[in-house]
């Protein structure tokens, strides 16, 4: 099974998730904001995450969202940190969903800022899918 983990994170909360998930699948978790993010072999599973800022996506991820091949990737599966609400775990599906990639229903999301106290959570979320 091929699996991917993006994510993008500006206090390092969803990265703490993002690497959980990503040690959890055998793989390194990337930043959409750094080389090597694109998708370019067929994906089973892509695991993307981001949070809220200013009740919308951050711009590296709305760009990463535009730019990937959704004919690369069989299925996603979302998770967010915030503080704020779980809106951007709808703004992220949104932006997958428009580019034709089938998204579970079901998401990982941390209220508040403290990610480290559920990476057992996050473990656990990630082998479901695994």
């Given at each position: 099974?091929?699996?991917?983990?993006?994510?993008?994170?500006?206090?390092?909360?969803?990265?703490?998730?993002?690497?959980?998930?990503?040690?959890?699948?055998?793989?390194?978790?990337?930043?959409?904001?750094?080389?090597?993010?694109?998708?370019?072999?067929?994906?089973?599973?892509?695991?993307?995450?981001?949070?809220?800022?200013?009740?919308?996506?951050?711009k590296n991820m709305k760009n990463y969202l535009a730019?990937?091949?959704?004919?690369?990737?069989?299925?996603?599966?979302?998770?967010?940190?915030?503080s704020i609400s779980k809106h951007s775990v709808d703004?992220?599906?949104?932006?997958?969903?428009?580019?034709?990639?089938?998204?579970?229903?079901?998401?990982?999301?941390?209220?508040?800022?403290?990610?480290?106290?559920?990476?057992?959570?996050?473990?656990?979320?990630?082998?479901?899918?695994?």
């Open positions: 099974m091929n699996v991917a983990v993006r994510y993008y994170s500006r206090s390092g909360n969803t990265k703490t998730i993002a690497d959980t998930i990503a040690t959890t699948s055998g793989v390194d978790a990337v930043s959409v904001d750094k080389a090597g993010a694109a998708i370019t072999e067929d994906t089973d599973i892509l695991f993307i995450g981001g949070a809220l800022y200013a009740y919308g996506l951050d730019s990937i091949d959704g004919s690369k990737v069989k299925k996603a599966v979302v998770f967010s940190t915030s703004l992220l599906k949104k932006g997958l969903a428009a580019k034709g990639i089938p998204v579970e229903d079901d998401f990982f999301y941390v209220k508040g800022k403290d990610a480290a106290a559920s990476v057992s959570s996050a473990t656990a979320f990630a082998k479901k899918y695994l």
